[in-house]
């Protein structure tokens, strides 16, 4: 990837917000991050929810949750 490419990749934010002086952002590639981690670990702490999920979707819980925090 050049370095324009990544320049552009991080032009954008994913969420914003004022802090105690400024306005804060948090950058859309960290935000994505931040939101399959946090979807990984609640589906690894709710085993009924994780397995009623996969049993919708028709797929294994091992394959389930993968592809769930990928698509988070």
């Known amino acids: 990837m050049g370095e324009q ?3 552009n990749y991080l032009r954008y934010w994913g ?3 004022y802090g105690t002086e400024a306005m804060t952002i ?3 590639p960290y ?3 931040d ?3 946090v979807g990984q670990v609640f589906l690894s702490r709710n085993d ?3 397995r009623t ?3 919708l979707c028709g797929l294994e819980e091992q394959l389930f949750v ?3 925090v990928f698509f988070a």
Request: contains cysteine; aromatic residues 0%; proline residues 4%.
């Open 5 to 7: 490419q990544v320049d």
């Open 35 to 37: 939101v399959a981690a």
């Open 48 to 50: 009924r929810l994780r």
């Open 31 to 33: 935000h994505c991050l």
């Open 66 to 68: 993968p592809c769930m």
């Open 26 to 28: 948090h950058l859309l």
């Open 15 to 17: 969420k914003a917000g």
């Open 53 to 55: 999920l996969a049993e």
